[in-house]
């Protein structure tokens, strides 16, 4: 999958996994260099293998998925950016899991919650019950 297989037994599934945002990732490695980096990353405990429907399946450790959470939390913020900050409810649900939400919203509080009023309004005003009581917990009563 990451270096998006062209294997004959897999073309049945193929459709299915190109869907998935790792798929083809390392397509400019060699099979050597991916394997070599899986390897690195099962070692650090960053990863595990498990198998899933016949089929090998890395999955992240929480110190990988730590990682992981920090890096899509700031990419995501860097692209509000450039988008002029607004995301509406369907936007977040469908972009960003409720982990890294999490920790988007630390890191605005660390930017300054000031800078971020606008779209935390905007959250507010769009988002579930979950995202507001975290929107209210942020500004500490501030929205109204």
Sequence with gaps: MLAASKAK???SVKEEWKKNPSYGAFLEKS?????AMIDWCLAAQLIQLESRDGYPLLVYWERGL???IELAAREFLEA???RGFLWTKEEL???IPLRTLTRVLE???EEGVENWRGVLETWYERGSRRMKGW???LLKGEVE
């Design 9 to 11: 037994s897999v073309k």
């Design 31 to 35: 099979h050597r260099e991916i394997l």
């Design 66 to 68: 730590a990682i992981e």
């Design 80 to 82: 509000m950016r450039e």
């Design 93 to 95: 649900v469908g972009q």
């Design 107 to 109: 890191l605005m509080k």
């Design 135 to 137: 929107i209210e917990a």
